[in-house]
């Protein structure tokens, strides 16, 4: 099992990845050996998280999460807000599709 996730940093800001083993990887980035972007952001915490069976479908989730720009779909989604989203998925949809 592969877990996809969102760590919340004390500057508000957000870093997705995936794992294996949850609480060893929000160690890990606490711990400053993590990823570059949360080293200098500790202490941060697991905010939200989505597990799959397959390396692969972890990793396509990861993609699609890091190419959401709208901070408040991620917002939604971390709260569990799925009402909240589908208008923000349809509206980005048609931005898509004008361009």
């Known amino acids: 099992m592969v877990v996809v ?4 940093c004390p ?9 294996e083993n949850l609480s060893a990887r929000e160690e890990t980035h606490n711990s400053g050996s993590g990823a570059t ?3 200098s952001r500790r202490p941060v915490r697991i905010i939200y998280s989505e597990r799959f069976d397959s390396p692969e479908e972890a990793l396509n989730r990861e993609r ?3 190419r959401s ?26 931005q898509d599709k004008s361009v």
Do not use: C, F, M
Request: proline residues 2%; hydrophobic residues 25%; aromatic residues 6%.
């Open 37 to 39: 972007y949360t080293a």
């Open 11 to 19: 500057d508000r800001s957000l870093y997705i990845g995936h794992t």
């Open 69 to 94: 720009t709208l901070s408040k779909k991620k917002e939604d989604l971390i709260r569990g807000d799925r009402e909240r989203l589908k208008p923000l998925s349809r509206s980005r949809s048609r």
């Open 5 to 8: 996730y969102v760590v919340g």
């Open 64 to 66: 699609q999460l890091k």
